[in-house]
């Protein structure tokens, strides 16, 4: 077993935060990631304006930057444009970068500060004393520490196991995502529109890439499990 002060169970952007925070704090820390390898996935995409400033407080923004589409004007319905250019922010700005290039350059920052990142450690069981949390993995090994984080998401496993309610329910709305390639993108850097039918909101990424998000409520009573066609998402 390792000497541990604080296991971290996620590695995506809050457990890759967190880590690094402990570790300028000079906690001996560890990331435990069910995934074994780092994903190339867009999932969240939208960094705001103080969100950078904190970045780059720690000296991370531009690595960020470097990273993503900055976009200045935002287009939330036709006729409606909202010039970002007007916040008193070094980054005035949304800036839109997948999330796995967000986890690409803490990762990185993670690293240089001697957390070490345990891929493919996936965590099915948790015991505790008043001194330490044990826990169990899939391979059949145990891990300890002082602490254990929780940081693993939605469906998070450390939360399942300790018991801890996620609160609220699902929406009955069928929202569609699609990241696609456009051979004709819009002029606007980001922008929404809609009608009866529903409300279609695109996501540059660069390159011709967006994230194509649609309510097309002429599809609510589809089930959640029906794959979605490139077809149903052209026509939506």
Known sequence: MNETDVIVVGAGPTGLMLACELALAGVRCRLFERRAEQPNITRAFAVHARTLELLDARDLADDLLARGVKVHEVTPAPGATLDLRSLETRFPMILIVPQSGTEHVLEARARELGVEIVRGAEVTGIRQDARRVELDLAD?????????????????????????????????????????????????????????????????????????????????????????????????
Do not use: K
């Open 140 to 236: 059949g090994g145990t891990e300890s520490s002082a602490y254990v984080v929780g940081c693993d998401g939605a469906h998070s496993a450390v939360r399942r196991l300790i018991g801890v309610d996620f609160a609220g329910r699902q929406y009955e709305t069928h929202i569609l995502l699609a990241d696609v390639r456009l051979t004709a993108p819009p002029e606007q850097a980001l922008f929404a529109t809609g009608n009866d039918a529903g409300v279609v909101i695109m996501i540059p990424f660069g390159d011709g890439w967006f994230r194509a998000i649609a309510w097309d409520r002429l599809r609510e009573q589809i089930p959640l499990t029906v794959p979605l066609p490139v077809d149903e998402m052209r026509d939506a």
